[in-house]
């Protein structure tokens, strides 16, 4: 059996090694919390010693800032793979633009429902944290939305939905299969928990 030491890898360079470190905070943060997330776990699942984790992101705080800011980063980028050409100039079809945007969400959520599973378990507090997490990375991704939006109403759909609407219909319906997979598969089977399925129905919900 491999043990945590074992599996270190001290010759790995500094961004591989944050990049592990980041990928298993998550995990962490995401199963237990900020307040019941282990460091010394998330060290040993990294393949890193304890003292690599304070030279590499430093306090248990600034971990949990860069994991987030990693996790939104990853996102952003799958999200924008669809029109990063076209950003600098309107949409043809803003929402062809939205509806992409919702299944490349849905099917990133699929993948990877760490992030979902943090900002819900911050969405109930009120520190410092869910301060980082609304100002730097939630205000500014509803501010994107709500400017593709009023394209998508100039176009005569979503008529019946604001962007804020849109934007918690997203935060909230879109991880629910993934977040809690085995109550949501037991309720609804697992046909309408898969990816694809479910990103069709959140589009059909928001632009009709």
Known sequence: MTTAKQARKPHQSSELVVEDILKSAATEFAAHGF???STRAIADRAGVFQAQLSYHVGT?????RQTIDWL??????????G???????????AAEVVADIIRRHVKHTARHPELSRIMAAEAGMS???????????VKPTLAALRLVWMDVQAQGRGKGLEAEDVFMLMI???PLPFAQAPLMKSL????????????EVLVKLVLG
Not at 83 to 93: C, S
Request: glycine share 6%.
């Open 60 to 64: 248990k705080d600034d971990l949990w």
């Open 188 to 199: 609804v089977g697992k046909a309408r928990c898969q990816a694809d399925a479910h990103a």
């Open 127 to 137: 520190t410092e944290r869910t301060k980082y997490l609304l100002n730097t990375h």
């Open 172 to 174: 909230g319906l879109a």
């Open 72 to 81: 939104f980063h990853r996102l952003r980028q799958e999200l924008e793979k």
């Open 83 to 93: 029109f990063a050409d076209q950003m600098d100039e309107p949409f043809a079809d």
């Open 35 to 37: 307040e019941g997330a």
